[in-house]
């Protein structure tokens, strides 16, 4: 009988300590002795190029990738064989989606941390693709950075400019999480 294996998904705005469970998630995984591959996008270079690191400041050694290809051919290069595939802000890599079900089908245990709607309220593809393959789903939720008393689902983007519609990487001076109620989207459609 083949061990179960896990697919696990932490979603949700910015600031909801997606990271900060991955990288918990990834220390209980290093003392069960697994070993762990942690893949973060080549465009989020916010804290660090070579790690991943959590608002809170917490850190864990990563590869840095511009696309899903390079996960596959960063496992088929290995010196050691890897248990565990983790990626930080799956949104940003094109065909996250399909590259981390087909390891999941193909044995290997997968974690992700994203954020599953963009700034406009649309859900990213990518974890469109991976839900319902994940075995586990854990919707994160921060405090609205308006009214400061609701949790906050969604994501806001302060400034307008030519990037709506694809990535824009930034932090606090670019994006606030938001509660339905303090919305602007949501406000819009009343």
């Known amino acids: 009988m083949k061990a179960e294996k896990i697919f696990k998904l932490f979603l ?11 990288l918990m998630e990834l220390e ?12 973060k996008p080549r465009l989020d270079d916010r804290y660090s190029s070579s790690e991943v690191v959590s608002h809170a400041g917490y850190k864990w050694p990563a590869v840095s990738v511009g696309d899903a290809s390079e996960i596959i051919k960063y496992l088929t290069d290995a010196e050691e064989p890897v248990d565990l595939i983790a990626v930080d802000e799956a949104f ?31 859900a990213f593809d990518e974890i469109k693709k991976m839900l319902p393959w994940a075995t586990h789903v854990k919707k994160l939720t921060s405090i609205c950075s308006v009214c400061q008393s609701s949790a906050a689902h969604y994501t806001y983007k ?3 400019d030519e990037h709506v519609g694809s990535i824009h990487v930034g932090g606090a001076e670019l994006y ?5 109620g303090c919305h602007p989207l949501f406000q819009a459609e009343i």
């Open 28 to 39: 209980r995984a290093k003392f069960q002795k697994k070993k762990i591959a942690l893949f």
């Open 12 to 22: 949700g705005p910015m600031w909801s300590s997606k990271t900060t469970h991955l």
């Open 176 to 180: 606030e999480p938001r509660c339905y």
């Open 158 to 160: 302060k400034i307008e």
């Open 92 to 122: 940003m890599l094109h065909d996250c989606g399909n590259q981390l079900i087909w390891l999941y089908r193909n044995g290997f245990d997968v974690l992700v941390s994203s954020l599953d709607l963009s700034s406009q309220l649309k």
